[in-house]
């Protein structure tokens, strides 16, 4: 098993910026990927970035990037998701996921956190 723990949410202005960390514990060496999800109201859940826990490999969607950034501390087991330059397009609750490819479904949720951005 694997628990996520995240921070960081919060109401922001346009144009601001939040960190969201995600810190994971359990079997932790399973893990082959670390990242942010998202689902805003009536939407289905998207993913926002990913980083391989190998090659440290990322993946941002189209909407975000050059806006946000993922980072991962291996000391710390934890990943993190800075976001700049946000726009009110970007509220919704943020949800780390992590992957353990020898498990089925391979997928970890954390709790979720709502970002918030105002006009």
């Known amino acids: 098993q694997v628990q996520l723990v995240e921070s960081g949410g919060g109401l922001v202005q346009s144009g601001g910026s939040l960190r969201l960390s995600c810190a994971a514990s359990?079997?932790?060496?399973?893990?082959?990927?670390m990242g942010w999800y998202r689902q805003a109201p009536g939407k289905q859940r998207e993913l926002v970035a990913t980083?391989?826990?190998?090659?440290?490999?990322?993946t941002y969607a189209e909407s975000v990037k050059g806006r946000f950034s993922i980072s991962r501390d291996s000391a710390k087991n934890t990943v993190y998701l800075q976001m700049d330059s946000l726009s009110p397009e970007d509220t919704a609750v943020y949800y780390c996921?992590?992957?353990?490819?020898?498990?089925?479904?391979?997928?970890?949720w954390g709790q979720g956190t709502q970002v918030t951005v105002s006009s």
């Open positions: 996921n992590v992957k353990d490819p020898y498990r089925v479904p391979p997928d970890y």
């Open positions: 980083i391989t826990i190998l090659g440290s490999r990322i």
């Open positions: 359990g079997n932790i060496w399973r893990i082959s990927t």
